[in-house]
């Protein structure tokens, strides 16, 4: 019966069999994981991480010339590239706990096997489980806060042996299937109250790191007890041919034993340095792997052998299944856990008992079946039946040979399994969070195996982590000794760039591509050192490589574009994606995008919703939004704006908050939405740290783009004090716009021009021509051109008198020019309050031929006079016709509301006067108009607040806008809040000229005497 493959099918105890079958099926995935995870090798433990490294490249949001000078709304376009960073190899929990599950599994199937032997068997097993029990540091754990107590061990003890004792000795009629479920229950209940009840935070790395030596011993055990393994099947395979031509099955299998004896004996000489030349090697790994299918197949054999201690079938199978299940469990976690020392140890096990007890089963063999086999007769049945050498002997005479072959390698098995334990005692600290007594742990393990990878590698990383990279090193170097692994050069090589040792880097990546020249990691990261080291070349040879090598080429292509995008290679977007063909993923859309911005190329692509979530974002995703919002900007599109909204409010979005802010200011701007843009703006600069320059010179940008100089000036300021050189140019150009700050704007532009950039002091001699207080009696009109005489009268209106204006206009040619310079010759007058002058320039230019390019100008000088006028009536027809270009859209709507007024239609020009300070939120005659159109309307609350929301955005008195605080201080005046309205008296003298101060004062007593003579007879 025993000789039938299928033997368990006639079996008695039906339950008996079909436990064996979900044993032998959880056996057999064992070993199939096993081997996945011997396959994995290290790579298994150490895991990479992609590194994602921001770069910002400026981008023109937006461009506009004014004042013969060219400005540029910047923005940063972000663009990504990823590197590889291989993990500290910290140990898995999914590994831990299955590791815990195989031991645990083959204890219990041992456990209730042993109750069906006789008493030693029986002993022994249970000797063995006490213990596993007494090594898992169940004291250590301070289960139920019995720290240092013997009791969890001795209520585990009473718990497994006390109902082993019962089944074994008193209750025999009990079933293999029930003894098994109840000590399957123990044990689930056991470890439950361990994970619960153990004030340490990683039990099961506790049990894992304590209880060791017990299942060690049981893996070399089964190692020693399947080491013959190979050459049973062999000559079972051999026996059951019989004879042949080529001769006696004998000699075929003392041939073939021989050289599967010669190639273990030959990988032993290499290992331990007897021998220089690895002709042919198999990895121990590979011999165990198969001694344990053939010895759990050829089982059944043994029965002569072992019939007297266990009835093979089926006790003897059940306890080769638990044994095999302790084991595979202990080599499983070595794997996963990359124990190299242990494993090391286990394969030097898996060479002596292979190699010692084959050699002797080898003559076992020879010596009593050679006549047998040569007489032809079937001896594979009586293969453990020796006659001339019983079989007992192997197992005796293999131990001298298995002490012999350790002692020529000075025993040093068994400091590698004592180092394999230090190793799990460090991975136990750091579960803890221990680092120091993780870190004593693994240089204990270093003291016995120096060049264990693993705690080499652990030791390194941990150094790593405290920022010591002189140690961290040392010891990645010393990992890639003896079993290098590509994340030791990886490592090492991050290392050397964050302290710029670039060429450093580079050889340590090459030295680890001769070693593994496919590791597509390495060479990714190698391409982007060359490209850091400018390189160019030979960054876009080794992305090439690594395209071709990474399990996901995503990596190669998006860091691709960053090369492009970095070194300016003359490739657009859709050429690259030609040759790319690129896979349809967020980073290389991202770069894509940021490629597009920086070459202000559109892209065709809707928004890929799929790359964006419903609430957190990010990295990723947010540089995915934020560069297609830039791209979009021109574009009518508003659904973009909803996801930054949404985005804006989740709080784990915070760090992304104020580039998204950005982004939608940008965005809303071009929209036509200036108001909100602008507020938004101004909210972000408020927000932003003290030393940000990029806001400030943003809303200067915005100040200058419409004409509010003053306020540019006061921007440009604040971001020239907060590191931005740039700004003090703009700053320059803005002085130069305002009269009383003249000297001030010298100033600045003799500063530049005896700076060392040459564009700023070319700009600073031009400017300083026309600026100068002597520059209208030191320029010869006659040896400047046109373009150079407007700007001279630009800048010199307060200077020249109406004569001299007049010389220099007679001397003008071209239409255009002169129409420019008779227009801002009005607004000077206007300014100035000299409405006759201006309405006297306008006369004049009744006479000219306008250009069709200047009708607006033309128009729009109109209707500025009729506002200085009053006479809003008349702007009806003019407004037919009325179309400001951007960002001067609003006056349309405040000239409207002029009109709307004149109409008496107060509903109209409220909601016209809005929108007009929507669209130019820094035009102080806007809430003018606004807050004395609700002063008309009886309702003066309103038009505080209108006058006290402008105020608000200032930071300072001196940057009040004039006409609104001249306002606020009547308005205060009028509302009972006489000392608001004392100080705002009082400040105006220091931001009013005298004339105007004088005539508000008055108007300002007047005024207030009426009020208390009202209050007077009121009283």
Known sequence: MMQKANFWTHWAAIPSRQIFLFFTVFWALALVGCLYL????????????????????????????????????????????????????????????????????????????????????????????????????????????????????????????????????????????????????????????????????????????????????????????????????????????????????IRHFAILGGIYLFIIGYDYLLDVGLADYPIFTISPFAWMFASLAIGFWSLWRKEPVLGSIIPVVPYGYFAFLGLNLVALGFISYAFATDNTSLLKSVEDWIRYGQ????????????????????????????????????????????????????GNADFFVFQQAKAGYFIYQGDMERAQGDTLMSEQNYKFALAIDPYSHRGNYSLAALAEKRGDAATALFFYSRAAFLNPHPADYAAAAN??????????????????????????????????????????????????????????????????????????????????????????????????????????????????????????????????????????????????ISWLDRYAQVPANQPFVPYLQLAKALKLRQLGQYGRAYQLLQRLHAEAPSDNPYYANLLGLLSLQVEEYQEGARFFLTSYRRGNAEAFLNHAICTAELHHRRAESVEDWLALAQSGNKIYQQIAHEMLKVIHPDSIRRVDINAIDEEQKFRLIHYNHQQLTEENFNKILQTIQSPAIKIQVLTERIKYHLSQENLEAALAIRQAITGLQVPQTLTQLLLETDLRLLYAQGRYKEMGELLKDYQPQ??????????????????????????????????????????????????????????????????????????????????????????????????AISKLEDILPPKRYAKLLMLYKQRKAEIERQREAAW
């Open 886 to 983: 951007p960002p001067f859209m609003g006056y349309k709507f405040f000239y409207e509301g002029l009109y709307a007024l004149s109409n008496n239609n107060f509903q109209q020009a409220e909601q016209l006067f809005k929108q007009a300070i929507d669209l130019l939120p820094q035009k102080q005659e806007c809430y003018v108009e606004l807050a004395s159109l609700y002063n008309r309307l009886k309702q003066p609350q309103k038009a505080y607040e209108v006058l006290v929301d402008v105020l608000h955005t200032r930071d300072s008195y001196h940057d009040y806008p004039p006409r609104v605080y001249e306002l606020y201080a009547l308005q205060c005046l009028e509302m009972g809040y006489d000392d608001f309205a004392e100080e």
């Open 38 to 249: 011997w396959h994995q090798g290290s790579h298994i433990a150490i895991q990479w991480q992609t590194i994602p490294q921001l770069h910002t490249q400026p981008v023109v949001a937006e461009s506009f010339s004014q004042l013969s000078f060219d400005f540029t709304l910047d923005a940063d376009t972000y663009y990504i590239t990823e590197h590889f960073h291989p993990f500290d190899a910290t140990p898995n929990t999914w590994y831990a706990r299955l590791y815990l599950l195989l031991t645990i599994s083959g204890m219990v199937l041992l456990l209730t096997v042993s109750t069906f032997l006789s008493r030693v068997p029986f002993a022994i097993i249970c000797a063995v489980i006490a213990l596993e029990l007494a090594t898992c540091g169940f004291e250590q754990m301070a289960i139920a806060g019995l720290t240092f107590s013997q009791l969890p061990l001795m209520v585990g003890l009473i718990l497994f042996l006390l109902p082993a004792y019962y089944f074994q000795g008193i209750a025999q009629h009990i079933p293999f299937g029930k003894r098994l479920a109840i000590f399957a229950f123990l044990a689930a209940l056991t470890t439950g109250i361990v994970a619960w009840q153990g004030r340490v935070s990683s039990p099961l790395m506790y049990w894992i790191g304590y209880s060791y030596a017990i299942p060690a011993a049981m893996t070399a055990l089964l190692i020693w007890l399947t080491g013959h393994e190979l050459l049973s099947a062999l000559f079972v395979f051999i026996a059951n041919i019989g004879p042949s031509s080529t001769g006696n099955p």
């Open 495 to 640: 290392i050397m760039t964050h302290r710029e040792q670039l060429i450093d880097a580079i050889a340590k990546l090459r030295e680890g591509l001769l070693l593994f020249p496919q590791e597509g990691r390495l060479i990714n990261n190698l391409a982007l050192l060359h490209d850091k080291n400018h390189f160019p070349d030979s960054a876009l040879y080794y992305l090439q490589r690594a395209q071709k090598y990474l399990s996901s080429s995503t990596t190669a292509e998006s860091n691709y574009y960053g090369l492009a995008i970095r070194n300016r290679i003359a490739l657009s977007p859709d050429s690259l994606q030609r040759v790319l063909q690129p896979r349809d993923q967020i980073t290389t859309m991202i770069n894509d995008l940021a490629m597009r911005n920086l070459l202000q190329q559109p892209t065709s692509a809707p928004l890929e919703k799929k790359f964006l979530p419903d609430s957190a974002i990010n990295l990723y995703q947010f540089c995915y939004l934020y560069n297609y919002t830039l791209n979009t900007l021109g574009k009518g599109d508003t659904s973009v």
């Open 355 to 406: 190699f010692s007890v084959g050699l002797i089963f080898y003559l076992y063999i020879l010596v009593n079946f050679t006549a047998p086999m040569r007489r032809g007769l079937v001896v594979q049945k009586a293969m453990y039946q020796g006659k001339l050498v019983a079989y007992g002997f192997v197992n005796i005479a293999a131990v001298v040979v298995a002490v012999v072959m350790a």
